[in-house]
């Protein structure tokens, strides 16, 4: 029933062009081809191979094809599993059609979306202080590629390894360095590491 709303929605919209629909990862795999596809929009619990595994595939075969995953599996351990795997996105099923439209729309044009319950929940798994009155109102304007950076930093990885693992320049980490920084008022990794400690 959902893979037929998104049929009949996607296949009459007017700014997307659908190229073709999978009810597994196999089958996707198989239809593909040498076929260029801009963006995948994937639920997470496929028969066989998993959406996150998906995602992985994608990404080696074609790094300019964009993965949102879409789902109603709002835990942090998929979540971040997908992320990641290189998804640039992760909505729920619950997200009306036309703002998915929406969000696409704006991964096409190089933006990261998440639902906004999805958001939060990241942003509050690397600041356990969220949940308190008073709450650093810094913490929440990082934007869901720079949580993604945080989330790669917080696990030891280096500049190149972020830029390798989004398909960017070393230059381009340092930019969104920059930017997280400015919005945290820190100065260094070891202030940002601090700022956002895993909960235990």
Same mark, same amino acid.
């Given at each position: 029933?959902?893979?037929?709303?998104? $049929?009949?929605?996607?296949?009459?919209?007017?700014l997307?062009?659908?190229?073709?629909?999978?009810?597994?990862? #196999?089958?996707?795999?198989?239809?593909? %081809? /040498? +076929?260029? !596809? /801009?963006?995948?929009? =994937? /639920? &997470?619990?496929?028969?066989g191979?998993? %959406? !996150?595994?998906?995602?992985?595939?994608?990404?080696?075969?074609?790094?300019?094809? +964009?993965v *949102?995953?879409?789902?109603?599996?709002?835990?942090k351990?998929? &979540?971040?599993?997908?992320?990641?795997?290189?998804?640039?996105?992760?909505?729920?099923?619950n997200?009306?059609?036309?703002?998915? #439209?929406?969000?696409?729309?704006e991964?096409?044009? %190089? %933006?990261? $979306?998440? =639902?906004?319950?999805?958001?939060?929940? *990241?942003? @509050?798994?690397?600041?356990?202080?969220?949940?308190?009155?008073?709450?650093?109102?810094?913490?929440?304007?990082?934007?869901?590629?720079? !949580?993604? !950076?945080?989330?790669?930093?917080q696990?030891?990885d280096?500049?190149?390894? $972020?830029? #390798?693992?989004?398909h960017?320049? $070393?230059?381009?980490?340092?930019?969104?360095?920059?930017?997280?920084?400015?919005?945290?008022?820190?100065?260094?990794?070891?202030?940002?590491?601090? @700022?956002y400690?895993?909960?235990?």
């Open positions: 029933m959902v893979l037929d709303a998104l $049929v009949e929605f996607f296949g009459a919209s007017q997307f062009d659908l190229c073709l629909t999978a009810n597994s990862a #196999e089958d996707f795999m198989e239809q593909w %081809g /040498d +076929q260029r !596809i /801009d963006l995948l929009l =994937s /639920d &997470i619990g496929l028969p191979k998993s %959406g !996150i595994e998906t995602a992985w595939f994608v990404k080696r075969k074609s790094a300019s094809t +964009q *949102v995953m879409y789902t109603v599996f709002d835990d351990d998929a &979540i971040f599993q997908a992320l990641c795997a290189g998804a640039s996105g992760y909505l729920l099923k997200t009306p059609l036309p703002k998915i #439209e929406e969000q696409l729309l991964v096409l044009n %190089g %933006g990261s $979306v998440m =639902s906004p319950h999805v958001a939060r929940m *990241v942003i @509050r798994h690397f600041n356990p202080f969220l949940d308190r009155a008073h709450t650093p109102a810094d913490a929440e304007l990082l934007t869901p590629r720079e !949580i993604e !950076i945080v989330s790669m930093l696990n030891g280096s500049y190149k390894q $972020v830029a #390798e693992g989004f960017i320049s $070393v230059d381009t980490v340092k930019f969104h360095i920059r930017n997280i920084y400015s919005k945290l008022h820190i100065n260094s990794r070891a202030e940002l590491m601090n @700022r400690k895993r909960p235990k």
